[in-house]
């Protein structure tokens, strides 16, 4: 049997900086999913009911703001003949409103990947708080050194 000392001050410092770390993460996830929720809500789009699920609600989450991005899509392609934005004619009357699904759409999915995103780091923040707790639990508190007992076979 061996015996290698162990640095409980490093270890608990860094159970520390992860707890520190890990409420950081999961404060500025919950600020981000606030925020972008709160604009959401403040533009009052209603999904239509013709949509995939959700018709009649307001957008104010990942999927009604997906299953919008969603309706806006099939409702440009009802316009345009089934054409896209890029296969549209430059001339073609349908292109203005067609263009302006495109950038709806791509605001919804910004807001999807921004709770995504948020939802991301409140989980890491989780994460690394509970990892910080538990290095706290298995290294007791104020020794400095401690000894710590190898079995060699």
């Known amino acids: 049997m061996s015996t290698t000392l162990v640095n409980t001050k490093a270890v608990r410092l860094i159970a520390v900086l992860l707890i520190a770390a890990g409420a950081a993460?999961?404060?500025g996830g919950?600020?981000?999913w606030i925020t972008v929720r709160s604009q959401l809500v403040a533009e009052n789009i209603t999904i239509p009911d013709d949509a995939m699920a959700f018709g009649g609600n307001v957008v104010n989450g990942p999927l009604d703001a997906y299953v919008q991005a969603d309706i806006i899509n099939k409702h440009a392609l009802e316009g345009?003949?089934?054409k896209t934005y890029a296969e549209l004619?430059?001339?073609?009357p349908a292109r203005a409103s067609v263009m302006n699904g495109s950038f709806?759409?791509?605001?919804?999915?910004?807001?999807?990947?921004?709770?995504?995103?948020?939802?991301?780091?409140?989980?890491?923040?989780?994460?690394?708080?509970a990892t910080g707790f538990a290095l706290r639990a298995l290294v007791p508190a104020g020794a400095g050194v401690a000894p710590r007992q190898s079995v060699n076979a």
């Open 104 to 129: 709806l759409r791509a605001s919804l999915f910004t807001s999807v990947i921004a709770f995504g995103v948020a939802a991301f780091a409140a989980g890491m923040g989780v994460l690394f708080a």
């Open 30 to 32: 919950a600020a981000t």
């Open 80 to 82: 345009s003949g089934g």
């Open 25 to 27: 993460l999961v404060i």
């Open 89 to 92: 004619d430059r001339e073609d």
